[in-house]
């Protein structure tokens, strides 16, 4: 996930948009946390009141719909030259490094040592034994964490060699500059995302998982990943991230977003205390409605995202390099880091929203300096 400035060419804002990227994670498992809505290692503190809860819905929910699909465009894009430079066996061999070794550091040491050690739960017998138990069953294949990224990053990265190797087949066309996509061709997007997502969600709704893969939002990470690699070829991310569809986009989705969001709740009847099952999944109406709103207003958010990091955070400087520099390093580590602080301020009766700033903030710094140290420690610079 990390590759030389200098080597790609890459822009600035990108890495700029990458780290506001990761500190909306770790905002997001922040309030999850607190908020009992999503999935995370430890929920802390009473189920809040309805309104609360809604609250924090409407965050999470709009995060959600465009955060890691951005995390996956940026991936797609620099694969792209990446693989052009390294030829596809190289490529792999770089990807392995970069995306295996962190991915397995995480489900060996990482994820056990939150679940087995700092918080364990409902672990039965000593320590040595319980991870024993763990390595040699299936937990150990789900013991991903949030470093699903990576594995999923590491397989579509096999798939883009693997197809690349045969589109340069004898006779295969050449990557050319191609003009920045029409808004019809965005709004086709658009409508391909809602109905893969839709469909998906038939038998994989939100709140499932396959080997801690959440499949029901593949649809957007795959067409991301794609769009990623097809925007490095044609040359126009940048073009696209500076258009008028970009800024107009973006402020669509920040006024409509909530709007369109609690009308889907209330048609739904989530508002008025109805399941919210037939919203998250299945042949229904609720579910088609879902799966519009966030596809759409996350596709408006992450065009507004790219719009808002190319205007306002094109300069590198040196806070930003640091920054960026240890930005996968923070996305490995921020698990335990945010596990422990919770742990630590179950003692202080504090509102729940407070709780959740103080976790964001003194996870974040906790995080980064972590990310500090680890990537001056031997044998783990290269992959942290």
Not at 148 to 155: K, R
Request: with cysteine; charged share 10%; aromatic share 10%.
């Amino acid at each position: 996930m990390q590759t030389n400035p200098k080597e790609t060419g890459r822009l600035a804002w990108v890495d700029q948009l990458r780290t506001l990227v990761i500190v909306l994670v770790v905002n997001m498992h922040a309030c999850v946390t607190y908020s009992h809505v999503g999935s995370w290692y430890v929920k802390d503190g009473p189920e809040l009141p309805l309104i609360d809860r809604l609250l924090f819905v409407f965050w999470q929910g709009h995060v959600q719909s465009f955060f890691m699909g951005i995390l996956f465009l940026m991936a797609g894009y620099f694969a792209n030259g990446s693989l052009e430079r390294r030829g596809a066996p190289g490529f792999v061999r770089e990807r392995l490094v970069r995306l295996g070794l962190p991915t397995l550091l995480y489900m060996a040491a990482i994820h056990p040592l939150i679940v087995l050690v700092i918080s364990p739960g409902g672990r039965i017998g000593p320590l040595a034994r319980a991870y024993v138990r763990y390595v040699a069953s299936a937990r150990f294949l789900a013991g991903t964490g949030p470093m699903w990224l990576a594995a999923a990053l590491l397989a579509f990265s096999v798939a883009l060699a693997a197809w690349r190797g045969l589109r340069h087949a004898p006779g295969a066309a050449a990557p050319s500059a191609d003009p920045v996509p029409r808004p019809q061709a965005i709004a086709g997007w658009g409508a391909a995302l809602v109905a893969a997502t839709f469909l998906v969600r038939t038998v994989q709704p939100v709140g499932t998982s396959v080997l801690n893969m959440q499949l029901c939002y593949f649809a957007q990470y795959i067409l991301a990943f794609a769009t990623g690699v097809a925007a490095a070829r044609g040359g126009w991310l940048d073009g696209l991230a500076r258009s008028p569809v970009a800024r107009r986009a973006g402020w669509a989705a920040l006024v409509l977003g909530p709007v369109a969001l609690a009308a889907v709740l209330w048609a739904s009847g989530i508002l008025r205390g109805r399941n919210p099952g037939d919203m998250l999944g299945g042949w229904h109406l609720a579910s088609l409605g879902f799966s519009a709103w966030e596809q759409l207003a996350g596709l408006g958010l992450g065009l507004g995202a790219l719009a808002f990091c190319s205007a306002w955070l094109n300069t590198e400087t040196p806070l930003s390099r640091w920054l960026s520099q240890r930005s996968f390093g923070v996305y490995l580590l921020h698990p335990p880091i945010l596990v422990a602080i919770t742990l630590a301020l179950r003692r202080f009766d504090l509102d729940a929203y407070f709780k959740v700033s103080i976790l964001t903030a003194t996870g974040l710094a906790a995080s980064f300096l972590a990310a500090d140290v680890a990537r001056r420690a031997p044998g783990l610079r290269s992959i942290v």
